[in-house]
């Protein structure tokens, strides 16, 4: 097993493999490296780090569930079928949140859940390729990009966002929030 790599993750993940298809490898990466930054801006419990892996691989899932850019409600909607299946209802509000809120462009103050602040910040992280550190160590930004490369996820982010500003540029982003 590599450094930054946790296995409940790629457990959680696998049954996506065949959907998500020549995309997962860079999914899969960007959803481990989202992880470890998680790990790094948060002094994590056991159960902090199960409920970040469970957002980790649904955050973007409905970008293939329901092939949109408008992918926050169907991947939320996965999640939740997840904590069903899992026993895990009690986090549903939690991790709804995290998996809703990890493309706000404003800070997340929730004292309540202080874990969907984090998801976003190590979100930020990696969409920015690191430009955005959020209190980060750039040598542990690269360490992780270096183990766990990009594997063309942002190339197909940019072609998904392209290809939905075509056919909707009224509504550039809709899984932006203020």
Sequence with gaps: MTRHVDPLLDELLAPWRELIGADFDGYRHHCQRMLTFCQALHDCSELDRQKLAIAACFHDIGLW??????????????????????????????IALMIGEHHKLRPVRDARYPLVEVFRRADLVDFSLGLRRCGLDARLIKDVRAELPNAGFHRMLLRRAGAWLIRHPLRPAPMMKW
């Design 65 to 94: 569930t329901a092939n949109t850019l408008d992918y926050l409600p169907p991947s939320i909607a996965a999640a939740l079928a997840c904590l069903r299946q899992r026993g895990d209802e009690q986090w549903r509000e939690e």
